[in-house]
């Protein structure tokens, strides 16, 4: 299937690396690995290098952003996948999806699946998250 449309954030790995944020195919929108990043690339830490609920909520943003761009809803997200370089702390990336989702109103749960990796881009970067759309 053909690339409908695409959009960037403009953080300075989208072109260096050649990708976009999200890409739409027919009713389908895909995002990237998305790390909790400044608009300017640098690491997003409000709350210090360990803030990982904040980091997950920042990611889930950026790919929200990226969705509503494209067309879609959050509530059109169907799966979302962590990636996270310390599973000790699952409780929090998960309550972070837990409180993004609940707050697109109506108790949206899309898949979730979170694994383990041993790092990655970046060493600041604790959670990667992909998320997939299907409009309706």
């Given at each position: ?105 109506g108790g949206h749960r899309p898949c979730l699946t979170m694994v383990e990796v041993t790092r990655l ?16």
């Amino acid at each position: 299937m053909p690339i409908d449309s695409s959009v960037s954030t403009g953080n300075p790995w989208e072109t260096r690396f050649g990708y976009s944020r999200a890409v739409r195919a027919g009713n389908l929108i895909f995002t990237t690995g998305t790390v909790s990043m400044n608009p300017d690339g640098s690491p997003f830490t409000p709350g210090g290098p360990d803030d990982a609920g904040a980091r997950a909520l920042r990611c889930l943003h950026i790919i929200g952003g990226a969705v509503e761009q494209l067309g879609g809803k959050v509530s059109d997200i169907v799966r979302t996948r962590f990636y996270v370089t310390d599973i000790s702390r699952s409780e929090v990336f998960g309550l972070a999806h837990a409180a993004f989702f609940d707050g697109s109103g109506g108790g949206h749960r899309p898949c979730l699946t979170m694994v383990e990796v041993t790092r990655l881009i970046a060493p600041e970067f604790l959670i990667e998250i992909e998320a997939e759309a299907v409009l309706a």
